[in-house]
């Protein structure tokens, strides 16, 4: 059972918004340890997509945005477009494992 | 630009121990701040962490693994290299190194190297 609560799955239309929701608790992000997003395509590595709850690398479209609150944060994706069809993991610190820690991951579908 | 590359066997048998090196570029691990970490993920299920070196040689390591991890740096050959002892079945996963971020995520990849744990 992963330190970080995602949601197993999500799904919208091309065009809608969905969001995916990550959940920890006083140790990681309640603590103020920032929450990183990944998007993942079967059989490829990670990509980084949202660093530092809200900020996006170079070359991730701007559909994609992040936010942190309390001790969840979330990952929104605006005008979704086929493409964005794959798994999506959020990662924190936690203090009290001292541990990296991930969310167990959300696969979107996109209909 | 920065790269990292896994390198290691790809199948192991139940109890032997496994060595994986990643050779990186574009950045030193001698620069204040910057660390390399190990992350598994087996045949459909979720990421998880296992290790991490900094520039000044501090080792954090998954608390439920410590006891089978050891995790090295070398900085002339920008490399840093996981051994996993007793290696079981259930460890079967694609590993992954990866650049830390200042903020503690991970920002740079390599392609991953599946090992399959089977006798």
């Known amino acids: 059972q992963s330190v970080l609560t995602q949601p197993p799955s999500v799904s919208g239309a091309p065009g809608q918004r969905v969001t995916i929701s990550c959940t920890g608790n006083?140790?990681?992000?309640?603590?103020?340890?920032?929450v990183h997003w990944y998007q993942q395509f079967p059989g490829t590595a990670p990509r980084f997509l949202i660093q530092?709850?809200?900020n996006r690398p170079s070359g991730v479209p701007d559909r994609f945005s992040g936010s942190k609150s309390g001790t969840s944060a979330s990952l929104a994706i605006t005008g979704l477009q086929a493409e964005d069809e794959a798994d999506y993991y959020c990662q924190s610190y936690d203090r009290s494992l001292s541990a990296w820690v991930f969310g167990g991951g959300t696969k979107l579908t996109v209909l | 630009q920065i790269t990292l590359k896994e390198s290691g066997p790809t199948l192991v048998k139940p109890t032997q121990t496994l060595t994986l090196t990643c050779f990186f570029s574009?950045?030193?691990?001698?620069?204040?701040?910057?660390?390399v970490g190990w992350i598994r993920q087996p045949p459909g299920k979720a990421l998880e962490w296992l290790a991490l070196?900094?520039?000044?040689?501090?080792?954090r390591y998954s608390p439920s693994l410590k006891s089978s991890l050891t995790i090295t740096k070398d900085t002339s050959k920008n490399q840093v290299v996981l051994v996993m002892t007793n290696m079981d079945p259930v460890d079967t996963a694609t590993y992954y190194c990866a650049h830390m971020t200042y903020s503690y995520g991970f920002d740079y990849w390599g392609q991953g190297n599946l090992v399959t744990v089977s006798s």
């Open positions: 574009g950045f030193s691990l001698t620069t204040r701040g910057v660390g």
């Open positions: 070196i900094y520039w000044d040689d501090d080792k």
């Open positions: 006083s140790t990681n992000i309640g603590a103020g340890y920032d």
């Open positions: 530092a709850n809200s």
